[in-house]
């Protein structure tokens, strides 16, 4: 069984500052891991992925994700938030006998404050 | 390249009605998802297709939910009767493949209210 844990189903952020979401993941085997940002009324963008080739893995929009084992956790940053970021983000996990089916964390709201 | 077109967009409907939803992935794609996506909740998965035969269903409540994707290319998921319950958004997403980690792209989604 995989499931994934999101850490705070709101966090706020000022414009410029560090964003940083949380995500751990529970999987028996090796795991791949996944952000996705929901717009308003919009479907799921895939942000980034991890597939074991790099623990440290940069995505679209400056945001990057480092792979902790000894942590089960994929936390999602971004050096300095923009108003746009403003969305909902979410942390998914599968794994090779999973046939591809993504299990969901519960998402995090990013708020941007001017 | 076009993405996964979902329709309609919004559907009301009230309790003990039926009402269906249309997919049409990428093309190209052999692998279809159809999640469900309850407010202020992360989606989950209902169904998995890889061309026109059934990966997994496990998560399909097969008493109410139905899906086809009969050609190996769209998709339809129907719901019959709804419940109050079903009021949520319905996510279509498609991958290449079936295998992990293939990326899965998403549609924009139906949002279904039941009254």
């Known amino acids: 069984a995989q499931s994934v844990t999101q850490l705070g189903s709101h966090v706020s952020v000022s414009e410029g500052a560090l964003v940083l979401l949380r995500c751990n993941y529970s999987s028996s085997v090796p795991p791949y891991l996944f952000w996705y940002v929901q717009y308003p009324n919009q479907g799921l963008q895939l942000l980034l992925k991890y597939t074991s080739a790099a623990t440290l893995v940069k995505g679209i929009n400056g945001f990057e994700a480092e792979f902790k084992k000894s942590e089960t956790s994929f936390h999602l940053t971004k050096p300095s938030a923009h108003m746009s970021d403003a969305a909902e983000y979410f942390c998914?996990?599968?794994?090779?006998?999973?046939?591809?089916?993504?299990?969901f964390g519960g998402g995090t709201r990013l708020m941007v404050k001017p | 390249e076009a993405g996964v077109a979902q329709s309609p967009r919004y559907k009301i409907i009230e309790k003990r009605q039926s009402v269906a939803f249309w997919c049409n992935p990428i093309?190209?794609?052999?692998?279809l998802y159809w999640y469900q996506q309850i407010l202020g909740q992360g989606p989950k998965l209902l169904i998995q297709?890889?061309?026109?035969?059934?990966?997994?269903d496990s998560q399909l409540p097969k008493d109410r939910f139905s899906a086809e994707r009969l050609k190996g290319v769209d998709s339809t998921l129907k719901i019959q009767p709804a419940k109050l319950e079903d009021s949520a958004v319905y996510l279509c997403?498609?991958?290449?493949?079936?295998?992990?980690?293939?990326?899965?792209?998403f549609g924009p989604g139906t949002r279904l209210t039941v009254l």
């Open positions: 093309s190209g794609h052999a692998t």
């Open positions: 997403a498609s991958s290449l493949f079936s295998r992990a980690p293939d990326t899965q792209y």
């Open positions: 998914a996990v599968t794994h090779n006998n999973a046939g591809n089916m993504l299990t």
């Open positions: 297709f890889q061309n026109n035969g059934v990966v997994d």
